[in-house]
């Protein structure tokens, strides 16, 4: 591993970018960051990822024209995002850390607008909203991460986790959180989706949020990128973070509610993509859903089976229309899956 650092004076917020070949975009999303008015609040920690085009040579040449912002640049072997957000907050020394994927940017008030809450330091978490943008900067749509209702400082209560829980906005950079927040609870390895395991649990530590209902983060949405290529092993780490809440029986136990929905809204995502594959993965990753629901038997959330067959035999996000024919063997469906319950249910008793 390779580290090659400026520091500048002590910033407030530590903003973590994870780079692997994404040389067409990371000059746009350094200089979103570097050409921020404030920048003197800032650090950067750029973690090269492996990167097998012209990624770290770009990253360079752009820190070297900015002396006066506090640069981190790290190279490491290929170990995937998990890991190299993991290692970008070890190196992050600001009592606040952000996280920036290589291919998208900051709005240009970003700093402007989330610096009286880094300043007074009261915020465990820092919300913002979002836009969507195509691989040309073209404008696709709004990511609407706040609640609608509410702006500023707010204690984080039981009623304002579970609504973050049925919004299911996971995403991590989304959101500033405190350092010793995200240091204690890292990025699970090698895993996609890795949002969805980790900010459901930061956000029951935190108890404070500041909330910027403005779009300070333009998310680039790549034919090419993770999320919008399906794979069974996507599947496969969902039901990963399904098995860590039903593992963790304190969970279930301090927090039930939240975790449900927590579930719940995992389970709708494992279950979209488990209907964009075809043939014999799309046959095991089905297998893999219906085992964990299976799991939650005895915890009685029968009611997630219907979810599970809307989405994974018929509902297609493509077409919102439902065809007679699908409705039917929807009804059949359900009544079959009562009847497996029912029969487990007096065979326990």
């Not at 229309?321 to 009847?339: G, P, Q, S, W, Y």
Request: net charge neutral; proline share 3%.
């Amino acid at each position: 591993m390779d580290i090659e650092f400026t520091v500048r004076r002590s910033p407030l917020l530590s903003v973590v970018i994870a780079a692997f070949n994404v040389a067409p975009f990371i000059e746009r999303c350094l200089r979103s960051v570097l050409e921020q008015a404030e920048n003197w609040a800032i650090e950067v920690v750029v973690v090269n990822d492996g990167s097998t085009d012209s990624t770290l040579e770009i990253v360079k040449l752009v820190v070297s024209y900015y002396p006066t912002v506090s640069c981190k640049i790290i190279t490491q072997v290929n170990q995937g995002l998990s890991d190299a957000r993991n290692v970008g907050v070890t190196h992050a020394a600001s009592p606040y850390i952000v996280f920036l994927d290589g291919d998208d940017s900051w709005s240009s008030s970003f700093v402007q607008q989330v610096l009286p809450a880094l300043s007074d330091g009261h915020a465990d978490v820092i919300e913002f909203d979002a836009a969507i943008v195509d691989e040309a900067d073209g404008f696709i749509g709004h990511l609407d991460i706040c609640p609608r209702s509410v702006c500023g400082l707010r204690e984080i209560t039981e009623a304002a986790r579970e609504d973050f829980a049925r919004r299911f906005h996971n995403f991590a950079w989304a959101r500033i959180f405190r350092s010793n927040l995200v240091k204690d609870v890292p990025f699970p390895r090698r895993r996609h989706y890795e949002d969805a395991a980790t900010v459901p649990s930061l956000m029951l530590l935190a108890r404070t949020i500041f909330y910027v209902p403005a779009s300070l983060l333009n998310y680039r949405r790549r034919k090419d990128s993770i999320t919008q290529r399906f794979k069974k092993k996507d599947v496969l780490d969902l039901c990963l973070s399904l098995d860590d809440i039903l593992v963790d029986s304190d969970k279930f136990d301090i927090e039930r509610k939240y975790w449900a929905l927590i579930f719940d809204g995992i389970l709708n995502r494992a279950c979209f993509v488990a209907s964009r594959l075809s043939g014999d993965e799309a046959v095991e990753a089905k297998r893999e859903i219906i085992g964990r629901v299976f799991k939650l038997y005895d915890e009685g959330v029968i009611w997630i089976l219907l979810k599970i067959w809307r989405t994974l035999f018929f509902i297609r996000f493509e077409s919102y229309k439902f065809r007679i024919k699908e409705l039917i063997r929807m009804v059949i469906f359900d009544l079959d899956i009562f009847a497996i319950f029912d029969r487990k249910r007096r065979q326990r008793g």
